[in-house]
């Protein structure tokens, strides 16, 4: 029904075309239908396929099993097969793409031959051309993406600026908004939102974030927790006051242990150096330190809190920096101070050795020998 509708079918059976060139260059093709202005106008051979909306599916010529619905819709697909598009112009440039789900306007525009691809949402996935195995949930989910593969984004901005990056999870509004690099996790609202290079990092909870763009294999856990170097986990923000659980562990285990040697472990010569202190830790300035490389926009938001709770708790412990200088003076090559990597890192002590009471008990016992 209409001009030119199925004008050169052959043997071509069970097909509908409604509309101006619907079905027009159909021969063998069967199964179809085409509603709309040049709706499966160039199908051949293809079967099975259904096109409703202006244009919608107008190049395909052997491509099987595609639904196209909305304006332009699939326009450009010539052979790919088990496509289905759903809004004006989803998928409209694929050509040999197949087994991609678009649902929404511009969902996937640009897909050329990108497969195993699904995008719910205004705008989602639009500018890919080659990605496959992508999942996109959002309005601007994975909009930037072009080359990137087997990334999954629920959120509207959402993995929005990837464009080669695999391997991705972001779960939440913006979460790895910003980023292009492969292996992240971002989980929560704006979730690792700085991370624009950076790989295998991991972002849990509201506003979880690395402190600079480039970081690997940086962990944050916790609402505005921030991690500030590689091969690091940060648990909490800097306003968390206490980190508990029934048991800790770290891995000692004599069968994956080499060149031990009991001799370079130092004893009371290096503990007799160290200055136990009671001290505040200013986690206002802390936090400076660790936001001073974001955007403003950013940064402000982590600094909008009260620090005053967690800065006025009297706290009892070591300097970093003196642990690391006694260990140095008496030749200890000692792990448990973590020195910065960087000027974007902090020290850190790993090990707080428990010196206080035995230093008085060495002085107990050197003032007794004394006397004897």
């Not at 800065?311 to 300097?319: D, K, L």
């Amino acid at each position: 029904m209409g001009f030119q509708s199925l004008a050169l079918n052959t043997t071509g059976y069970e097909n509908t075309a409604i509309g101006y060139y619907a079905l027009r260059d159909n021969s063998t093709g069967f199964d179809n239908t085409a509603v709309g202005f040049r709706a499966l106008k160039s199908n051949t051979v293809g079967l099975h396929n259904t096109a409703v909306g202006f244009n919608s599916l107008t190049s395909n010529t052997t491509g099987t099993a595609n639904v196209a619905y909305g304006f332009e819709s699939l326009y450009s697909n010539k052979d790919g097969d088990f496509n289905t598009a759903i809004g004006n112009i989803a998928l409209s440039s694929n050509i040999t793409g197949y087994s991609n789900t678009a649902i929404g306007h511009e969902v996937l525009f640009a897909n050329i031959d990108g497969y195993s691809n699904t995008a719910i949402g205004t705008y989602t996935l639009a500018r890919n051309k080659n990605g496959y195995e992508n999942t996109a949930i959002g309005q601007y989910s994975l909009w930037g993406n072009i080359t990137g593969n087997k990334n999954t984004a629920v959120g509207n901005n959402s993995l929005y600026a990837n464009s080669t990056g695999s391997f991705n999870v972001a779960c939440g509004n913006g979460a790895l908004g910003n980023s292009n690099g492969s292996n992240n996790t971002g989980t929560g609202y704006w979730t690792l939102l700085t991370n624009t290079t950076g790989s295998n990092n991991s972002g849990y909870g509201y506003k979880a974030d690395v402190s600079s763009g480039a970081l690997s294999n940086a962990t944050a856990i916790g609402a505005y927790a921030l991690v500030n170097a590689n091969n690091k986990i940060r648990l909490g923000s800097t306003t968390v006051t206490k980190v508990e659980g029934p048991v800790a562990y770290t891995i000692s285990d004599g069968r994956f242990k080499t060149n031990i040697a009991k001799t370079d472990v130092k004893g009371l010569e290096f503990i007799k150096l160290l200055n136990p202190v009671a001290y505040n830790f200013d986690t206002k300035k802390f936090e400076e330190f660790l936001t001073k490389n974001m955007p403003d926009s950013i940064r402000r938001e982590y600094m909008n809190k009260d620090f005053s709770p967690s800065t006025a708790i009297r706290q009892s412990g070591f300097i970093a920096q003196e642990v690391e200088e006694a260990a140095r003076k008496v030749g200890y090559n000692f792990n448990g101070v973590h020195t910065p990597e960087s000027e974007n890192d902090n020290y850190s002590l790993g090990t707080q050795p428990i010196c206080s009471a035995i230093g008085k008990g060495d002085a107990r016992t050197t003032a007794t020998n004394r006397r004897t």
